[in-house]
C-alpha cells in the first residue's frame, strides 16, 4: 500500500504480489494459450489487444478454456461484426444449468457446499451440491407437469434466498425463460415488468424480512397475481400468511410439495441463443425494457468475468450482497459456474448495525465480498472498522459497483479492511449481463480507478464527434460486439426500441449512458450517468416510471425528477412537481408522495428533496428536459445547457437558473464546512 496523499485520484494503493500474479485464473490462461494456441502475450494490455482485434479466436479460446459443453457444434464462431444483430456460435446447443452441474462431481465430492446462505432469522446453513441438484431436478419435474415448455416465461416474486437460485436453475433445465423481481418492490413496478412478458408460473413469497420487521405482502401478491392473466400456476413460499383465493384458473402449488419429487435432473438443450432470462433496465421514457439474453452468451461472458477479472475458483467461497432484482444476483449465482461456493445474506445491510455483513463474512469464511459502492461509503460514514469487528484475514478481495467508489472509500478499505486487499470495482450493467471495466488480479490498484478494461470489451471514451478520448472524460461506447449483449427487448418486434436504446448516438457502436475516463495506464474512472435514467444505490430506474406513480395524484400536474450521481458523489435526487392552482405543497403532501414512491416502486427511489416548480420544462416534441436541467445542477453554465428556440416553453428556464444557483451555492457551503 502506499500511504502518501491517499485521497488523490490516481494514487497507488496495492500491487500483487508475484505468487497472487501467478497463481490467478487469467495468468493461468495467459499460459494455457501459450501452451495450446501458441500465442504469448509479455502482459495484460496486450491479453487485452488481443482480445478485442481477434474476437473470434478470443471468444473460442474461452469456450475452449473452460471446456463448455456443446451437445451440437458451431459452425462459426461469429457470423459478422455489427452490432446490433452479431450471431454468435450459430448451430451450437448447451444450457445454463449444464455447465453448473457439471461441478456436483460424484462420490463424496457430491457433499461439497453450493450454497452457503444466512439472513436475519435464518442462522447460517450449507446446500450440498447434491441437495441442490436434487432440488432444482424436482422442481423441474413440477415445472414440466404444469405444462411449461421450452420459451415459457416463469418469474419470480422472491427475495435473496436459496429457492431462488433453484426456481432459476430450474426454470433454465426445461428451456423455459426466467425473469424475477424482489417483493420490496410495488405492485406497480412489478407488474409493468411482469405484464409486458407473459408469465405461464409464478413463484412468489407473501412476505419478507427486513431490518428486523416482517412484511406480509400477501395483499400485494394478490393484486399482481390478478394483474397477470396469462397465468396458470402459482407456487407460494409461505412466509408470514396466505394469499387470498386466486382467480379462477390459476392453480396454487406449495414449495415443499414441488421439491418433493425424487427424479434425476433432466437438461434440455437449447441453441446459443435461446432466452435464459429477461431483466429490466429502463429508459427515461416508456415501460420498463425486458432485456433478453441467451444461454451461450451469459455463460461464456460470466465464465471469462468471473474468473479472469474476480479470480474466482473451486476453492472460493463468494459473496455479493444484492437484492433479487439487481443484475448482480444474477452475478451472484454465476459464481456456481465455476463451481465456487456461493455466499446469499437475506436482511438488511444496516440492521441490526452497520457490521452485520461484515460478520456473515468472517463467519461464512468468504474469499471475494462485493457490495454496491454506497454499502461501503455508508460504512465509512458510520465509523466501521471491519477489521476490528471480524476475521477478514480469509478475504483476498473486495468488489464494488453500482456506482462510483469515491477514492476516500479506497483510502478507507486500505485502512480498516486490510493494507495487503486487493480491491476490484467493476462497472457494467443489467442492458449486457457483464462488465465493461473490471479487476485484473496482475495490475496494481490505483485508487478512484478500475483496474482495467474488460478482456473481449472494446471499450473507449468518446468525444461529441465520436473520436476517442485518453486520459479525459468522455462517453463510455463498446466498438466491437459481445455474446452476452441483448439477443433483442421482449415485445420489439421491429427492433427500433434496442436501436434507439443503445446506438442512437454513435451508429454501430453501443453508447452505455456512462462518463468515462480511460486513463494513460489502461485503467478507467467512471463518473456516473450521462443519462436521466435514475441509478440509485445500484438499482436503475426510469423516470418515466417514478411519473406515473408521482402524476397519478390529483395535485400533480406534471412533475421531473433529476439523479445527480456524478464523479463519485454520493447520489442525490431532487424531485420537482408542478401542482394544481391553489395547492400548496406542504409536509402533508410530501409525505403523501414519499409514501406513493416507497410502496410503488421502493424506498431507494424516494427523492431526498421536493421542489414545488412552476413548470417542466419540454422539447418542442414534449419531452422533459431531464437531462438538461441535471447538467443545469451540476454546474454546467445555464446558456449551454439548452437552446430556448428549441423548446415549448422557455420562460420555465429562468425559475431553474435561480434554483440551480442557490442549489450550488449550498453545496459548496457544505462541501467547505466538511
Known amino acids: 500500500m502506499t500511504t502518501a496523499a491517499p485521497l488523490a485520484e490516481g494514487n497507488l494503493m496495492w500491487t500483487p504480489s508475484e505468487a497472487f500474479r501467478d497463481n490467478s485464473q487469467v495468468a493461468r490462461f495467459m499460459r494455457w494459450l501459450r501452451d495450446e494456441r501458441g500465442l504469448a502475450f509479455d502482459d495484460y494490455d496486450s491479453l ?3 482480445s478485442v482485434s481477434e474476437l473470434e479466436a478470443f471468444w473460442d479460446a474461452v469456450r475452449a478454456y473452460f471446456d463448455v459443453h456443446f451437445d451440437t457444434p458451431a459452425t462459426q464462431v461469429l457470423d459478422r461484426r455489427t452490432m446490433p444483430g452479431a450471431r454468435w456460435f450459430d448451430g451450437a446447443t448447451l444450457n445454463y444449468v449444464q455447465q453448473v452441474f457439471r461441478h456436483a462431481g460424484s462420490g463424496s465430492a457430491r457433499q461439497r457446499t453450493a450454497i452457503r446462505h444466512a439472513g436475519e432469522a435464518q442462522p447460517l446453513a450449507d446446500i450440498s451440491w447434491h441437495a441442490l441438484e436434487a432440488q432444482v431436478a424436482s422442481l423441474a419435474h413440477a415445472l414440466r407437469q404444469m405444462g411449461v415448455q421450452r420459451g415459457d416465461r416463469i418469474a419470480g416474486y422472491l427475495p435473496n434466498i436459496p429457492a431462488t437460485v433453484v426456481a432459476f436453475l430450474a426454470t433454465a433445465s426445461v428451456g423455459a425463460v426466467w425473469s424475477g423481481c424482489a417483493p420490496d418492490m410495488g405492485q406497480v413496478a412489478v407488474a409493468d415488468r411482469f405484464r409486458q412478458i407473459e408469465p405461464k408460473v409464478l413463484i412468489a413469497v407473501d412476505g419478507y424480512r427486513y431490518g428486523g420487521k416482517v412484511y406480509d405482502r400477501a395483499p400485494v401478491l394478490a393484486e399482481l397475481v390478478a394483474a397477470l392473466p396469462s397465468l396458470t400456476d402459482l407456487v407460494l413460499l409461505p412466509q ?12 396454487v402449488h406449495a414449495w415443499q410439495d414441488v421439491l418433493a419429487h425424487d427424479v434425476p435432473l433432466a437438461i434440455d438443450p ?45 476453492d472460493d467461497v463468494f ?21 465456487t461456493t456461493i455466499a446469499l445474506y437475506d436482511g438488511n445491510p444496516a440492521w441490526p448495525d452497520a457490521g452485520v455483513l461484515w460478520r456473515f463474512v468472517d463467519d461464512a469464511g468468504v474469499t471475494l465480498f462485493g457490495a454496491g459502492a454506497a454499502f461501503f461509503t455508508n460504512c465509512m460514514k458510520a465509523g466501521i472498522e471491519p477489521a476490528r469487528i471480524a476475521d477478514v484475514s480469509r478475504l483476498r478481495g473486495l468488489g464494488s459497483t453500482g456506482s462510483p467508489l469515491p477514492v476516500e472509500a479506497y483510502d478507507w478499505v486500505y485502512r480498516h479492511v486490510r493494507e495487503d486487499l486487493w480491491l476490484v470495482p467493476m462497472s457494467g450493467g443489467t442492458d449486457f449481463a457483464g462488465s465493461f471495466v473490471a479487476g485484473c488480479p496482475l495490475l496494481p490498484v490505483y485508487s478512484g480507478e478500475m483496474q482495467c478494461r474488460c478482456l473481449g470489451a472494446k471499450v473507449e471514451a468518446f468525444d461529441e464527434n465520436g473520436q476517442p478520448l485518453v486520459d479525459a472524460v468522455g462517453e463510455l461506447v463498446c466498438t466491437e460486439p459481445m455474446p452476452s449483449m441483448p439477443l433483442y427487448l421482449w415485445g420489439d418486434t421491429d427492433g427500433k426500441r434496442y436501436r434507439d436504446s443503445y446506438f442512437d448516438t454513435y451508429p454501430g457502436a453501443w453508447r452505455h449512458g456512462d462518463w468515462i475516463k480511460i486513463t494513460r495506464h489502461g485503467g478507467a474512472v467512471i463518473y456516473g450517468r450521462s443519462d436521466a435514467t435514475i441509478n440509485r444505490h445500484g438499482i436503475r430506474m426510469g423516470t418515466s416510471e417514478l411519473y406515473r406513480v408521482v402524476e397519478d395524484l390529483p395535485e400533480v400536474l406534471d412533475s421531473m425528477v433529476v439523479d445527480l450521481e456524478y464523479l463519485g458523489r454520493e447520489s442525490y435526487m431532487p424531485l420537482f412537481v408542478v401542482l394544481r392552482e391553489g395547492v400548496v405543497l406542504d409536509d402533508a403532501l410530501r409525505d403523501t408522495l414519499r409514501a406513493r414512491i416507497r410502496s410503488a416502486l421502493s424506498s431507494r427511489h424516494v427523492p431526498n428533496e421536493i421542489v414545488q416548480a412552476p413548470g417542466v420544462p419540454r422539447t418542442l416534441s414534449g419531452k422533459k428536459m431531464e437531462v438538461p436541467i441535471k447538467k443545469l445542477l451540476l454546474g454546467h453554465a445555464p446558456q449551454s445547457i439548452a437552446n430556448r428556440d428549441a423548446m415549448a416553453n422557455p420562460d420555465t428556464l429562468d425559475w431553474y437558473f435561480d434554483y440551480a444557483a442557490r442549489f450550488l451555492k449550498a453545496r459548496q457551503a457544505e462541501s467547505a464546512a466538511t
Do not use: C
Open 48 to 50: 487485452w489487444q488481443w
Open 240 to 251: 408470514t400468511g396466505s394469499i387470498a383465493a386466486p382467480p379462477a384458473g390459476v392453480r
Open 270 to 314: 437449447v441453441p446459443f441463443d435461446h432466452p435464459l432470462w429477461i431483466v429490466y433496465s429502463s429508459g427515461t421514457t416508456g415501460m420498463p425494457k425486458p432485456i433478453v439474453h441467451g444461454h451461450g452468451g451469459i455463460v461464456i461472458e460470466q465464465l471469462k468475468l468471473m474468473a479472469f477479472h474476480n479470480n474466482l475458483g473451486p
Open 319 to 339: 459473496h455479493w450482497y444484492s437484492s433479487s432484482g439487481w443484475i448482480m444476483w444474477n452475478a451472484q449465482v454465476a459464481g456456481l459456474l465455476l463451481g
